[in-house]
T-cell receptor, first 115, second 111 residues
Framework: EPEVTQTPSHQVTQMGQEVILRCVPISNHLYFYWYRQILGQKVEFLVSFYNNEISEKSEIFDDQFSVERPDGSNFTLKIRSTKLEDSAMYFC?????????????FGDGTRLSIL | GDSVTQMEGPVTLSEEAFLTINCTYTATGYPSLFWYVQYPGEGLQLLLKATKADDKGSNKGFEATYRKETTSFHLEKGSVQVSDSAVYFCALANRDDKIIFGKGTRLHILP
């Protein structure tokens, strides 16, 4: 079964540095998402992306964050000037069709640790 | 805003025991409801879903029924196995397509 793949599985970065988290969605999917889970807390929506544009973003997704689909396969989340509170598990998800009854397919996540 | 509340864990059961993990939601309109599971070291996998009232989602022996009158979507399994040990997330999606998750319930099954 096709999978969403995320790299790296674990990223350790110094505070203030930029980090790029990478995702390869399922090949025929058109809608892409990032979520994060701070340790011990809920999985939270960050952003949705379709047709090379952000469709929706949460209040967490401020100017520090950006997303990009640089080629036909990758979907990236960039965090500029990382802060300690950015330490979390980041999940990428994709779906073929839009609509609230379409289940999203998730990757295994990238654990981001900010030192 | 929309939200999901699920029972606190961890839940520890013996193999072959009956499992219930409670989940209630708050939402306007008619959301779709999901249970996702996260096995150790893995990502979030869809376990089951229900898209309208009185629908029953089922998969791998797990079931959950969409109860609009009680705004609930409790997860049940008649006989759990050690391999069911994981974190279970109740979730909803409403008019937009972002998913709102509960905090997750960690389940330990003892042999």
């Amino acid at each position: 079964e096709p999978e969403v793949t995320q790299t790296p599985s674990h990223q350790v970065t110094q505070m203030g540095q930029e980090v790029i988290l990478r995702c390869v969605p399922i090949s025929n999917h058109l809608y892409f998402y990032w979520y994060r889970q701070i340790l011990g807390q809920k999985v939270e929506f960050l952003v949705s992306f379709y047709n090379n544009e952000i469709s929706e973003k949460s209040e967490i997704f401020d100017d520090q964050f950006s997303v990009e689909r640089p080629d036909g396969s990758n979907f990236t989340l960039k965090i500029r000037s990382t802060k300690l509170e950015d330490s979390a598990m980041y999940f990428c998800a994709s779906t073929r069709d839009r609509g609230y009854n379409q289940p999203q397919h998730f990757g295994d996540g990238t654990r981001l640790s900010i030192l | 805003g929309d939200s999901v509340t699920q029972m606190e864990g961890p839940v520890t059961l013996s193999e072959e025991a009956f499992l219930t993990i409670n989940c209630t939601y708050t939402a306007t309109g008619y959301p779709s409801l999901f249970w996702y599971v996260q096995y150790p070291g893995e990502g979030l996998q869809l376990l089951l879903k229900a898209t309208k009232a009185d629908d029953k989602g089922s998969n791998k022996g797990f079931e959950a029924t969409y109860r609009k009158e009680t705004t609930s979507f409790h997860l049940e399994k008649g006989s759990v196995q050690v391999s069911d040990s994981a974190v279970y997330f109740c979730a909803l999606a409403n008019r937009d397509d972002k998913i709102i998750f509960g905090k997750g319930t960690r389940l330990h099954i003892l042999p």
